[in-house]
């Protein structure tokens, strides 16, 4: 991002960190402006409240806290559920095609088949890739 390597892993790590996370993936998406910007899916814990653009900003906030604010995530995107293959490794090639606005690949292996229709339709009702 705008000449800064960041790692994934380092911003997952961050916001997992926080109490209303429960899980988070990280992908990198083209941008105009940077060359990649920080998009962030996470599932809140059960007894977390989606605020909407409040958690969101609270999620940005808390990155800038612990990696500085150039890591902070340009989108936050708050998800049911995160697509996994049967032995639970998280498909960032299927979270990169939703960030960039692609048609989403082949996700045969996924272990529930459903869960890209889940992230769809929470695109739909939190408007899609709305920057924070």
């Given at each position: 991002?705008?000449?800064?390597?960041?790692?994934?892993?380092?911003?997952?790590?961050?916001?997992?960190?926080?109490?209303?996370?429960?899980?988070?993936?990280?992908?990198?998406?083209?941008?105009?402006?940077?060359?990649?910007?920080?998009?962030?899916?996470?599932?809140l814990r059960e007894d977390a409240v989606d605020s909407g653009?409040?958690?969101?900003?609270?999620?940005?906030?808390?990155?800038?806290?612990?990696?500085?604010?150039?890591?902070?995530?340009?989108?936050?995107?708050v998800v049911p559920e995160l697509p996994k293959t049967r032995s639970g490794k998280i498909m960032r090639r299927l979270l990169?095609?939703?960030?960039?606005?692609?048609?989403?690949?082949?996700?045969?292996?996924?272990?529930?088949?459903?869960?890209?229709?889940?992230?769809?339709?929470?695109?739909?009702?939190?408007?899609?890739?709305?920057?924070?």
């Amino acid at each position: 991002i705008s000449g800064h390597r960041l790692s994934t892993a380092e911003i997952e790590s961050a916001l997992v960190s926080h109490p209303a996370v429960a899980e988070a993936a990280v992908v990198g998406a083209a941008d105009e402006t940077t060359g990649q910007a920080v998009v962030a899916f996470v599932i809140l814990r059960e007894d977390a409240v989606d605020s909407g653009d409040q958690i969101v900003q609270e999620l940005r906030n808390h990155v800038g806290k612990e990696i500085g604010p150039i890591a902070k995530p340009k989108t936050i995107l708050v998800v049911p559920e995160l697509p996994k293959t049967r032995s639970g490794k998280i498909m960032r090639r299927l979270l990169k095609d939703v960030a960039e606005g692609r048609e989403v690949g082949d996700a045969t292996t996924l272990a529930d088949n459903t869960v890209m229709a889940q992230i769809a339709q929470s695109l739909k009702k939190n408007s899609p890739l709305k920057n924070a």
